[in-house]
């Protein structure tokens, strides 16, 4: 079956790193991404991983991807509270060989940067 | 810019009416998709689209149903409007590839039916 889990809420300190981590069940995920999204707003695409990768680095973005073990995970270096937000992780999932796809979200992590 | 459009930001209907959420791409993307998004429950899809008049059962159709009758609109029709489809509605569309493809969201419409 199609899921993704994450942890609800993460609070950090302004200035450390923030580290938010996702399960997910679909070992045939060819891209995994990670979903901002501000008060009031839409989501928008903060990054990917292609299946394939291990790490991606963008910026103060890192993101780790373990495919045995399913477990996605986007690092924030240096976290500003500008990155208070609601991150979400989403894999993508092929729904027909024509190159449809579907995304699947996790519920979701809140991100809190107090000083 | 790539614009993903819903037609109200709110809306309050009453129990038992008949809802339309209206949203329009200008992208020219073939996939287009429904959420609800809930506390603690993330994004969920109620449907999707993948060409004009195609349409895909989601993970919670019931109580829903879609059309597609041109491709850069996407509506999401509550039947018999109830309380426990008070909630946040996003649209998205995105691009048909065979690599990475980015969803492009809609600022959201906050349905309250009471």
């Known amino acids: 079956g199609e899921d993704v889990e994450q942890s609800l809420f993460l609070s950090v300190r302004e200035g450390d790193s923030s580290v938010i981590n996702c399960t997910y069940t679909d070992s045939s995920s060819t891209y995994l991404y990670w979903y901002k999204q501000e008060p009031g707003a839409g989501l928008q695409l903060l990054t990917y991983i292609f299946s394939n990768m291990d790490m991606k680095q963008d910026q103060r973005l890192t993101v780790l991807l373990n495919k045995k073990d399913k477990h996605l995970s986007l690092r924030i270096a240096d976290t500003q509270t500008g990155d208070s937000a609601i991150y979400f992780c989403a894999e993508s999932i092929s729904f027909f060989s024509g190159g449809y796809n579907k995304l699947i979200f996790g519920a979701g992590t809140r991100l809190a940067v107090h000083p | 810019d790539v614009k993903v459009t819903q037609s109200s930001r709110y809306l309050v209907k009453r129990t038992g009416e008949k809802v339309f959420l209206e949203c329009v791409q200008d992208?020219?993307?073939?996939?287009m998709f429904w959420y609800r998004q809930d506390p603690g429950l993330g994004l969920r899809l109620i449907y999707f689209s993948y060409d004009v008049k195609m349409k895909e059962k989601g993970d919670i159709p019931e109580g829903y149903s879609v059309s597609r009758e041109k491709k850069e609109r996407f509506s999401l029709i509550l039947e018999s409007a109830s309380t426990n489809q008070t909630s946040m509605y996003l649209c998205a569309s995105s691009l048909s590839t065979g690599g990475a493809t980015e969803a492009f969201f809609g600022q959201g419409t906050r349905l309250t039916v009471v």
């Open positions: 992208m020219d993307h073939e996939n």
